[in-house]
């Protein structure tokens, strides 16, 4: 199993659900409620929901050009702003919608193998705050890329159930209901 074959996947399935969460949302809500779950927060001191939706798709992306040794493109630094300043202009559904769209597309245009080229050699990951990590390609996707993603991702989720958003575990998981065996459905879900 290579990198882009883990990374690829997992951040095109989480992306679609948080889509599909966050259309539940504009469903069961009222139209000033679900703008208003935009600018809502698990604590004070965390960033937003559409702070949280757009540094998913940062950290989707940021794989595809720092495995690859590339720069990153205008797209990334320009969802880190939106994402810093989202509290004073959380943007619009459709604004997320779009930002979810881009990555996922940009995802889908990688090769089999992408991420893969460089995954023998040492990568330095440097945090705006300074911080320097010295990893390898695996040990940056396993141990960097893929909690940084969740982290948001769950927090969106989070933030969505604490605004009574009728959402749940089949929700989340439902890029596993492929690979249920027939017949083994729970009581009540024929």
Not at 36 to 54: C, E, H, K, Y
Not at 60 to 67: G, K, N, Q, S, T
Not at 145 to 163: G, N
Request: aromatic share 10%; charged share 20%.
């Amino acid at each position: 199993m290579n990198i882009t074959s883990v990374l690829v996947p997992t951040y095109t399935q989480m992306l679609d659900a948080l889509s599909s969460w966050l259309k539940l949302a504009q469903k069961q809500l009222h139209e000033a409620e679900a703008q208003a779950l935009l600018s809502a927060r698990l604590a004070p001191d965390m960033f937003p929901l559409s702070t949280q939706i757009r540094f998913a798709c940062v950290q989707a992306l940021e794989p595809i050009y720092r495995l690859r040794h590339e720069p990153f493109p205008p797209l990334i630094k320009q969802m880190l702003e939106e994402g810093r300043h989202a509290g004073e202009k959380p943007g619009s559904f459709d604004d997320a919608y779009d930002r979810i769209d881009d990555t996922i597309g940009m995802l889908g245009l990688l090769p089999g193998n992408g991420l893969d080229l460089h995954a023998g050699e040492p990568l330095a990951h440097e945090l705006p705050n300074g911080m320097i990590f010295d990893l390898y390609a695996e040990q940056y996707a396993r141990d960097w890329s893929l909690p940084q993603f969740y982290f948001h991702v769950v927090t969106a989720y989070a933030i969505l159930r604490a605004h009574n958003v009728q959402i749940g575990k089949k929700d989340y998981v439902v890029h596993m209901f492929p690979y249920l065996r027939e017949g083994h459905q729970p009581p009540g879900h024929a």
